[in-house]
Nanobody, 116 residues
Framework: QVQVVESGGGLVQAGGSLRLSCTAS????????MGWHRQAPGKQRELVAV???????NYADSVKGRFTISIDNSKVTVYLQMNSLKPDDTAVYYC??????????WGQGTQVTVSS
């Protein structure tokens, strides 16, 4: 089974930046896409950004222009560069990997807290 591990979360002041990383490891033929979701207290989990192995991206409207997702296929690692952070960005961020065309693995989550 594929293991997905996130890192890079932490505390930052509003207007600051963080870079999240997520690495997938294990047995798989190929990674189709990787992405990030987040869940704030009392709210449903929502899509933040996703990227295919070919480099196509999709972002939530709330983060467009501030967040950038990228992927390093050789390292099987996806990054989320978060700039101009707002208190509303505070959430647990979860990494997801779609592999072998139809399987999904999720990480344990990393906490991002933005203070005002």
């Amino acid at each position: 089974q594929v293991q997905v591990v996130e890192s890079g979360g932490g505390l930052v002041q509003a207007g600051g930046s963080l870079r999240l990383s997520c690495t997938a490891s294990g047995r798989f033929n190929n990674i189709n896409a990787m992405g990030w979701h987040r869940q704030a207290p009392g709210k449903q989990r929502e899509l933040v950004a996703v990227i295919t192995s070919g480099g196509n991206t999709n972002y939530a409207d709330s983060v467009k222009g501030r967040f950038t997702i990228s992927i390093d296929n050789s390292k099987v690692t996806v990054y989320l560069q978060m700039n101009s952070l707002k208190p509303d960005d505070t959430a647990v961020y979860y990494c997801n990997a779609r592999y072998n065309n139809y399987r999904d693995s999720w990480g344990q989550g990393t906490q991002v807290t933005v203070s005002s």
